[in-house]
């Protein structure tokens, strides 16, 4: 049934938030690194059929892989990690699982059966686990089961595992569950009983794990992983620790000094085809950790408080940073703290400004008042998808003297409005996948900014908006001196605009975060971060001594 394809199922118990998603992306990483060719997969148990219509306050950013799809932030993590594009198989939610069961119940494929959650929902989930080994491109899928062991809603997933260890056999399937051991200060004691907890429910449901990794602030010691193995069936060896690391890159070597990855081989029977090399994980990480210099980057956006809202953008700088051995430091601010009397305390000890995307009109005065400081200072400036459409407004109104222009996403009474809702968008009324979604090849122009980052003439973004800028007002912000540098060949749509006498001043219609990776930090982030650099030079040389 599985061909040579070895299935691995993350798990999780005790509480959320312990980081599955970092762990399956370490284990990747380590098995990648000894020849595998290895995919991960999230399933998501809420019903929405894709994060692309939640808030990002619900759920952090919603990442968007190359085939379009809207998908959760950890698939954000594979892709860094790995250096390998995911894609909508990659992450399937309930909704999505159940959706599918209708429709074929609908069709009446079923044949007058009754539908039932065991085996009809869980078939499903089950077809969906199979179809990346399937493929046949991969020697190990691994897929990442959301929420924690015990939630009502993630039941027919645990299920759907238990079932395929059946049908898979043991060593072609493994169960690797994720806990807390957390530290009592007044015992002075790592207690192991949540976990105890958590494997028995696991267990409870039939689900035997092979290897449990425990999330603690303490090391664990021979003694507490004795315990543990103890309770839970297993070898002490097959108990690893994970402990607080001061970045997620770390996680693949500490994964790499728990032998994790050799466990996991040895019961998967698979050879090790060549020695590990993570050479150039640890150049990057020896960078990172030793960085030459440091510049601070303020990050626009109204999302500000929730730090994963912003993931991939973060990310992308520690990427970029760690390529020019400079330490980004990130100050977030709130869009709509931003006024015209305190534009400059707020902005002027910055070495470059980021807009982020977002969407609705709250804290819109505020980023464009961001982005005209940023014009007139010559202060770095890299707007992304709507701190693109921002640039776009404010020079429309500064610089062209069109008072009133806006995106007839916040005023369609506006009387220039210079970015408007894309053609293929009009009659479109439903909100779920319907924006312009994935990716689209672009066009650079010579001599600009981003075919000197890129060095290519062609490019292939991706993208997540409904808006763009409007061709008809094209000559105008072209003779005035905003370049639009970028287009896309087949629908001559705009996706960069620069300005020519500015030291670095970038917008981009699509999200280049989405593709910064850490062997392959993204170009554009790493000319903002140099221009950066640049000018806290400048400012280090103009302070008196
Ligand atoms: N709200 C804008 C649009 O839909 C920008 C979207 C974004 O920043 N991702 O076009």
Redesign the pocket.
């Known amino acids: 049934m599985s061909g040579s394809c070895k299935y691995i199922f993350v798990t999780g118990g005790v509480a959320s938030s312990l980081g599955k998603g970092i762990i399956s992306a370490s284990l990747a990483k380590l098995l990648q690194a000894r020849g595998f060719s290895v995919t991960i997969q999230k399933f998501d148990p809420y019903i929405n059929i894709d994060p692309g219509t939640l808030n990002p306050y619900e759920h952090g950013e919603c990442f968007v892989t190359d085939d379009g799809a809207e998908t959760d932030l950890d698939l954000g993590h594979y892709e860094r990690f790995l250096n390998v594009p995911t894609s909508q198989a990659n992450n399937v939610t309930t909704g999505r699982v159940y959706q599918s069961v209708i429709d074929k119940e609908r069709r009446g494929d079923f044949l007058g059966k009754t539908v039932q959650v065991i085996p009809h929902i869980t078939d499903e989930i089950k077809r969906r686990v199979l179809l990346l080994g399937q493929t046949g491109r991969y020697d190990v899928v691994i897929t990442e089961i959301g929420g924690t062991v015990g939630d009502i809603e993630s039941l027919p997933f645990i299920e759907t595992v238990r079932q395929l260890r059946w049908d898979l056999g043991s060593t072609n399937s493994l169960v690797i569950h994720l806990t807390l051991v957390p530290y009592i200060a007044a015992a002075g004691e790592l207690k192991t009983k949540p976990t105890q907890n958590s494997v028995k429910t696991l267990l409870s449901y039939g689900v035997q794990p092979d290897v449990v990794v425990c999330r603690s602030e303490y090391d664990l010691g021979k003694s507490i992983k004795e315990k543990v193995a103890l309770f839970c069936n297993i070898q002490p060896d097959q108990v690893i620790q994970s402990l607080d690391a001061s970045s997620i890159y770390e996680v693949p070597l500490m994964m790499k000094k728990e032998k994790l990855d050799e466990v996991v081989l040895r019961r998967l029977e698979l050879n090790q085809p060549q020695e590990i090399d993570l050479q150039r994980w640890e150049t990057f990480l020896k960078r990172l950790q030793n960085p030459t210099g440091s510049i601070r980057i303020g990050i626009v956006g109204k999302y500000v408080e929730l730090k994963d809202a912003y993931k991939s953008i973060a990310e992308a700088f520690v990427h970029a940073g760690a390529e020019l051995e400079c330490k980004v430091n990130i100050s977030w601010i709130h869009s709509e703290s931003i006024h015209e009397e305190n534009v400059d305390d707020k902005l002027h000890s910055l070495n470059g400004v980021l807009i982020?995307?977002?969407?609705?009109n709250r804290g819109i005065e505020g980023k464009i008042i961001a982005v005209k400081y940023a014009r007139e200072n010559n202060l770095p400036y890299f707007g992304?998808?709507?701190?693109m459409?921002c640039a776009v407004i404010e020079y429309a109104r500064n610089v062209l003297g069109l008072k009133d222009a806006h995106?007839s996403?916040f005023s369609n009474s506006a009387a220039h409005k210079v970015?408007d809702l894309?053609e293929e968008q009009q009659e479109i009324e439903e909100k779920g996948g319907t924006?312009?979604l994935g990716a689209y090849t672009c066009h650079l122009e010579e001599d600009s900014k981003a075919i000197k980052a890129y060095c290519r003439k062609e490019i292939s973004e991706r993208?997540?908006?409904?808006?763009?800028f409007n061709n008809n007002y094209l000559s105008q912000f072209n003779a005035a001196g905003m370049k639009t540098t970028g287009k896309n060949p087949e629908k001559g749509l705009v996706e960069i605009v620069e300005i020519e006498e500015h030291p670095w001043f970038v917008g981009v219609?699509f999200?280049p975060e989405y593709k910064s990776t850490v062997l392959n930090p993204h170009p554009l982030f790493v000319g903002f971060v140099k221009a950066a650099m640049q000018r806290a030079k400048t400012l280090k040389e103009k302070q008196p001594a």
């Open positions: 982020a995307p977002g969407f609705g992304i998808c709507l701190g459409q995106s996403e970015i894309m924006m312009r993208h997540r908006h409904r808006y763009e219609q999200h």
